[in-house]
């Protein structure tokens, strides 16, 4: 069974940043992708960032290009989401999300999920 612990939320104003992390229990950790997703209140959850087991591969919504950056640090059991330059449309609780297949993370669909932190970004 594997557990993920998602924080680093808080309130920060627009321009400011945050580091997220997603803390995941389990010696499996090193081979499971890991994606960011984030939902805002009346919107359906969207995919933020994943980044493959290795660390050797990312993928970004367009919306967060430029200004994310999702890494890994295996030998922690932990994925970070570095935000920087945040909006005040990146408001969500963010929610990291784990499975063995790549394929199922861009989507959304894999295994794991943990309980999500909030992120507001004044205006």
């Known amino acids: 069974q594997v557990q993920l612990v998602e924080s680093g939320g808080g309130l920060v104003p627009a321009g400011g940043s945050l580091r997220l992390s997603c803390a995941a229990s389990g010696r499996t950790f090193s081979t499971y992708a890991m994606g960011w997703f984030r939902q805002a209140p009346g919107r359906e959850r969207e995919f933020v960032a994943a980044i493959s087991w290795s660390g050797g591969r990312t993928a970004y919504a367009d919306s967060v290009k430029g200004r994310f950056t999702i890494s890994r640090d295996n030998a922690k059991n932990t994925v970070y989401l570095q935000m920087n330059s945040l909006k005040p449309e990146d408001t969500a609780v963010y929610y990291c999300?784990?499975?063995?297949?790549?394929?199922?993370?861009?989507?959304?669909?894999?295994?794991?999920w943990g309980q999500g932190t909030q992120v507001t970004v004044s205006s």
């Open positions: 999300n784990a499975d063995a297949l790549e394929s199922r993370v861009v989507v959304g669909r894999g295994d794991y």
